[in-house]
């Protein structure tokens, strides 16, 4: 009996450690701001352009399926065939 009381207490501590996660915390995020201030997953090439101006610079497409990336002044947007996949903004340096 002490040694299945043992083995459950044992396999109940595994499982508790299993369970763990950690947690990222993003500070200056705004997300309100800048649901507007990109372009939104599912946006066509065509709608991104019209909204937001032709990009900085225009990469060409790479891989399968291909993933083509749009440069702007303050983020970059990931197309994949003609669809928004993500849109990131650029990292800003530290003033000193």
Known sequence: MN???AALVAAAFMIMNAAQAD??????VDESAASDAR???GMTMVRVEGRYGAPRVRQ?????PPITR???GDYVVFF???RVLHSVEKP?????
């Open 3 to 5: 040694m299945k009381l």
């Open 23 to 28: 947690t990222l915390l993003v500070e200056n």
């Open 39 to 41: 372009p939104s997953r």
């Open 60 to 64: 060409a497409p790479v891989g399968d």
């Open 70 to 72: 749009w440069d702007y």
């Open 80 to 82: 994949e065939y003609d």
């Open 92 to 96: 800003r340096l530290a003033k000193n």
